[in-house]
């Protein structure tokens, strides 16, 4: 049996408008796709009547194994990703699979990039991310936390800009106070802070703190945390990192 | 007069296809087109018989204050960049040029994210940059080049995936050789380096390298050169960094 390909694809922030069209074409012409629930919800008109894997969060592996069962059952498979699916989204785990399966039974694979949440919240925020950034992601399910919170060290000492992913969950929620804490050893209290939650979706919300604060906003699973360097200002409500024209 | 809208555009890699339609949409709305000569030649097919400002490199001050007088003469005007308009693009320029105007004279304004190239040259590789990354120009125009050198150094230390922009040009071919040289203190010499250049593009060209080889390959200002972590592996011609399930 010909074996189907498998497309990696970043929907983009998550709605339809800023999902590109080698995305949503790669998602059209699946025969299965594969994605967590609440992404798959996010796109309703374009995968239609379409056979869905879609299992919860936390089952990554189960989900790419099942991907990979339908395109060697020869089905066209998309794993969809919200952002981009090469920013702690599915390409690494399915690619990893797949290179693991010995050559003669291993799927074609092409990864199509999307926006990601970085990049849509900056948009938001304005122009944060104007120079030199880092991004992390505060998640230590399977990052030892000390080596997290030695690239926030690093990249504070580096005065980068900072990007901060999974920032805060339900069940996870003194991380971000520690980073704070470490983050207040290398910059200005008043560095400016943006929050982006659900970017690119109907409940789309921003708030602009400085790093002494913004921990006192709600932060959740589905934000994203920016914090300026050391020439970021706030002005009008936007977050500018000027680049020094 | 009413003032028009800036609309601030980023086209993704350069290729309709990696367009988003948000983007696709405030390009064929305006009225007036602002930005980099290459960039408007990527599209024509959208940019039909509108009004250009096309500027060369380097005058990006220029572009932006003509893309003003437009808004301020009551055309909508969108200002474009490759890649994400947030990341080493115009947004930032022109955002700080028109909040400096008095308040009554400003455009409204909105930046429209697009697909950056570093998450074009990602998907190009593989998956590099699933996990925490640090993203750096080496153009030393705007920004002292020992500062550049201080962020390539914590992003090492951090043991970030490191993406590198403005890698080297035809005035600036050192820089990267001294990044290597700084790298290589820290990260082992086998380190996978994957280079992406005009990534979208009908050249499109990737090679994946290593830290101890990488310069030898062919680098110019179109290329992003992307830097594994300590467990970066290369299989069967992609890059990847592993999250760990």
Redesign the interface.
């Known amino acids: 049996m010909k074996i189907g390909k498998i497309t990696i694809v ?1 929907l ?2 998550g709605n ?7 995305a949503r ?1 790669a998602i059209e012409t699946a025969e299965v796709i594969a994605g967590y629930n609440i992404y798959i919800k996010l796109i309703p008109e374009i995968i239609g009547g379409k056979k869905i894997i879609g299992t919860a969060m936390m089952q ?2 189960a989900r790419c194994q099942m991907a990979i069962e339908e395109s060697r059952a020869g089905k066209s498979v998309a794993v969809i990703s919200s952002g ?6 599915m ?3 399915i ?2 699979m797949i ?1 693991k399966l010995p050559e003669s039974e291993q799927p074609k694979f092409e ?6 949440a970085v ?2 919240a ?3 925020l ?12 505060l998640s230590d399910l ?2 030892d936390w000390e ?2 919170k ?2 926030v ?3 504070a ?4 800009v900072i990007a901060l992913y999974n920032p805060k969950s339900k069940k996870r929620v003194t991380n971000i106070l520690e980073v704070q804490q470490i983050l207040l050893r290398y910059k200005n209290k008043n560095t400016p802070v943006g929050i982006v939650t659900n970017a690119g979706r109907i409940d789309e919300r921003k708030v602009i703190s400085t790093l002494e604060n913004f921990t006192n906003e709600e932060i959740n699973m589905f934000s994203l945390v920016l914090i300026g360097n050391s020439q970021t200002y706030v ?2 409500g ?1 977050m ?6």
Chains 1, 2 share one sequence.
């Open positions: 970043g983009g922030p339809i408008s800023e999902m590109t069209p080698k074409l990554e592996v981009d699916a090469g920013i702690y989204g390409a690494g785990l690619i990893d290179l990864v199509v990039a999307g926006v990601s990049n849509a900056a948009a938001i304005g122009a944060p991310l104007m120079h030199d950034f880092a991004v992390i992601s399977m990052t080596l997290i030695k690239r060290e690093c990249a000492a580096g005065d980068f002005k009008a936007f500018i990192t000027p680049r020094g024209y």
